[in-house]
C-alpha cells in the first residue's frame, strides 16, 4: 500500500525556518517527481516547488529564493527547506509524488503556520 507522510511544519515566527519532509514507501515503480502544493483557508491549492527524477527544480515566484526543493533518492524522501518565512506562506502543505508508472499520490497534509 502506498504511503505518503508529510513531516517538519509548525508554527513559526515571520522570518523563520522550516524544513518539511515527504517520505514515500509502497510501490513498485520509482518515483520520478515530487511536488510540494500548499491550500491557504478560502484559495486554491497552488503548486509551491517541483524536483525532477533528474533533479531539475521549479518554483512559484513567491517562494523563489526562500525555498529549496531536495530529495533523497536512497531514501525516497523529499525535503522543502523553507527560508525567510512569511505570514502569507502559512498554508497546509501537501506532498505529491508522480510514480513512474504514471500514478500519483497525496500525502495528507503538513500545517504551517507563520505568525507576525
Known amino acids: 500500500q502506498v504511503q505518503i507522510v508529510e513531516s517538519g511544519g509548525g508554527l513559526v515566527q515571520a522570518g523563520g525556518s522550516l524544513r518539511l519532509s515527504c517520505a514515500a514507501s509502497?510501490?513498485?515503480?520509482?518515483?520520478?517527481?515530487i511536488i510540494w502544493y500548499r491550500q491557504a483557508p478560502g484559495k486554491q491549492r497552488e503548486l509551491v516547488a517541483g524536483?525532477?527524477?533528474?533533479?531539475?527544480?521549479n518554483y512559484v515566484d513567491s517562494v523563489k529564493g526562500r525555498f529549496t526543493i531536495s530529495r533523497d533518492n536512497a531514501k525516497n524522501t523529499a525535503y522543502l527547506q523553507m527560508n525567510s518565512l512569511k505570514p502569507e506562506d502559512t498554508a497546509v502543505y501537501y506532498c505529491?509524488?508522480?510514480?513512474?508508472?504514471?500514478?500519483?499520490?497525496w500525502g495528507q497534509g503538513t500545517q504551517v503556520t507563520v505568525s507576525s
Open positions: 505529491y509524488v508522480l510514480w513512474f508508472d504514471s500514478t500519483g499520490s
Open positions: 509502497g510501490s513498485t515503480f520509482t518515483i520520478n517527481a
Open positions: 524536483i525532477s527524477s533528474g533533479g531539475s527544480t
